[in-house]
């Protein structure tokens, strides 16, 4: 596969949303020269602090979508809950990396059960739901526990009902308040672990090693590098993100996450085609971070190098967690990273801290 013409430094690169993933690659790409240009609806968001220029409009507004097009030379995403329609908009202006089938695969939950399970990679057992009828059909299907969680929209357990044996599923139902969801079987499992792979517009791809993850209240609580995981185990891993990569064609960054069982299989249970918070920890414990590598592939740069030089373990300042900033700064071995936010409310990640420790420190990993 030929590769496109590489944006030099002194591009600009546009990036859908404001949030702190939009932020953080905002800093990685000033690191390689690049000016950064923000879309987002939201008149103050952490990634407007550190662009070089931002426009404030509907991702609707296709006047305001053109303007920004002319001013920018390539297009990523920060997050996955924005419209199609206005990245098939932009498609038809500037390059989108990547582009609408990686979102719209991604940002609708049913689409990407069958989007694996189309490629042969098994999930937990899934049934679509439409009505309270479908429900019901759902339930004596897969039996409970299980979790009931809208097609779109959701993400750190919004949007989202646990269904157990004496559940109202009428009440349920009506208080999701949509008209198409998943029921999801729960997964008897040893670990979660996230596999992050970067795809170039060439098809060159590097992968960072697999790594584990705590989540409290469905937030992501820690992440650990590397995951105590067997060598088949993690190759494994990295085959089903690589292989989704190809299959959406994707250029940027792609994370999966995954369920690994108690007798030994892997489990997707979802995706997201942009930098990761579960990938927060190679920014200062690998050689390329994800969003410099993100910036390297929407650019067309050769990639770099995602090798981990230390273990860590990266853990999300939620809420008022983020107060504690002066202790974690007099910690050695951490690296903490606020967000900018003004806003501390329960629930709203605030930043991060990420504690190194000497490579291989950490591995339990079986041979």
């Not at 953080?24 to 879309?39: E, K, P």
């Not at 299980?146 to 993400?155: D, E, F, N, P, Q």
């Not at 729960?186 to 517009?201: C, D, H, N």
Request: glycine share 8%; proline share 6%; hydrophobic share 40%.
């Amino acid at each position: 596969m030929s590769s496109p013409r590489p944006i030099p430094p002194g591009g600009t690169i546009g990036i859908l949303g404001g949030g702190q993933l939009g932020r953080m690659t905002a800093l990685a790409a000033a690191s390689l020269g690049y000016r950064v240009h923000i879309f987002t609806p939201e008149k103050e968001s952490p990634a407007t602090q550190v662009s070089d220029a931002v426009t404030v409009a509907a991702y609707e507004d296709e006047e305001a979508l053109a303007r920004f097009a002319s001013k920018v030379d390539v297009v990523t995403l920060e997050f996955e809950n924005i419209p199609a329609s206005p990245v098939r908009f932009l498609e038809g202006k500037v390059p989108v990396r990547p582009g609408s089938k990686a979102l719209e695969t991604a940002q609708d939950r049913l689409a990407e059960k069958r989007f694996f399970n189309d490629l042969g990679i098994a999930t937990a057992p899934w049934a679509e739901v439409a009505s309270l009828s479908d429900l019901k059909q759902a339930v004596a299907k897969i039996g409970t526990p299980a979790i009931l969680k809208t097609a779109r929209l959701g993400y750190d357990g919004k949007g989202q009902a646990k269904i157990g044996p004496t559940t109202d599923l009428a009440r349920v139902w009506a208080d999701l308040r949509t008209e198409r969801a998943v029921l999801e079987g729960f997964v008897t499992f040893e670990r979660e672990i996230s596999a992050l792979v970067a795809r170039g517009p060439d098809g060159g791809w590097a992968a960072w090693d697999i790594v584990e993850n705590v989540h409290t209240h469905h937030i992501l609580d820690t992440t650990t590098a590397p995951a105590p995981l067997t060598v088949a185990l993690h190759d494994q891993a990295v085959a089903i993100a690589h292989k989704a990569a190809e299959e959406l064609g994707l250029v940027g960054v792609l994370a999966v996450e995954m369920f690994v069982t108690a007798d030994g299989r892997l489990l997707v249970n979802e995706m997201a085609p942009r930098p990761h918070n579960s990938g927060h920890w190679t920014i200062d414990a690998c050689l390329t971070s994800q969003f410099e590598q993100v910036v390297r592939a929407v650019c067309a740069l050769p990639l770099g190098t995602p090798r981990r030089h230390s273990d860590a373990v990266m853990t999300n300042l939620i809420g008022e967690a983020a107060k504690d900033w002066q202790t974690f700064l007099q910690e050695p071995q951490a690296k903490l990273h606020l967000y900018g936010k003004t806003e501390m409310r329960p629930g709203r990640k605030m930043g991060h801290v990420t504690r190194l420790y000497p490579l291989d420190s950490l591995r339990s990993k079986v041979h």
